[in-house]
């Protein structure tokens, strides 16, 4: 998928989101001081916007280590809508209905970046187990003790330690 289909996929889903986090910033405002209820419905609507962005936008499938990061892509969108909010309201005497509808339009090119980058990075490959070095007691070779394969030819061969021939692991 281009990078074009995504910026309109993630316009659409950025369209939904807002209209999922302004439903519930105004529902949430007949019970809380409007900055709770900004914090509150930005954190659900967030929620969303994670599975929306997963798997419509970009097609991949939704982690732990994916939904645990995703919070960063909104780090930037949060500030500048927090504080465009905040301006909006107490400084320019905007009406706290309208304000986060304003402020939000300023983050959205610095999440879409942000949000491509966290939900396209691959997911960091299972480490390998370092295998224990076990230390052979006296068996002969070929008998099955931490012998290199390349010497592993008989009674009479010299037995090696993983460790000592570091060309064979």
Request: hydrophobic residues 45%; glycine residues 8%; aromatic residues 12%.
């Amino acid at each position: 998928m281009t990078v074009r289909a995504q910026l309109v996929r993630f316009a659409l889903v950025g369209a939904v989101n807002t209209g999922t986090y302004y439903g519930c910033y105004l529902l949430l405002l007949h019970l809380l001081p409007y900055i709770a209820a900004h914090v509150l419905a930005f954190v659900l609507s967030m929620t969303g916007s994670f599975f929306l962005n997963s798997y419509f936008t970009y097609r991949t499938r939704p982690t732990w280590r994916k939904f645990l990061l995703f919070p960063l892509t909104n780090a930037a969108n949060f500030v500048i809508t927090t504080g465009g909010v905040y301006l909006l309201v107490d400084l320019a005497g905007f009406s706290d209905r309208y304000a986060p509808l304003v402020a939000a339009a300023a983050a959205i090119p610095i999440t879409f970046v942000v949000s491509r980058t966290v939900m396209l990075r691959p997911d960091a490959p299972p480490r390998k187990r370092a295998e224990p070095v076990a230390r052979d007691s006296g068996r002969e070779a070929g008998t099955g003790g931490t012998q290199c394969p390349r010497h592993a030819r008989g009674p009479s061969s010299r037995r090696m330690d993983r460790t000592s021939h570091r060309g064979v692991l």
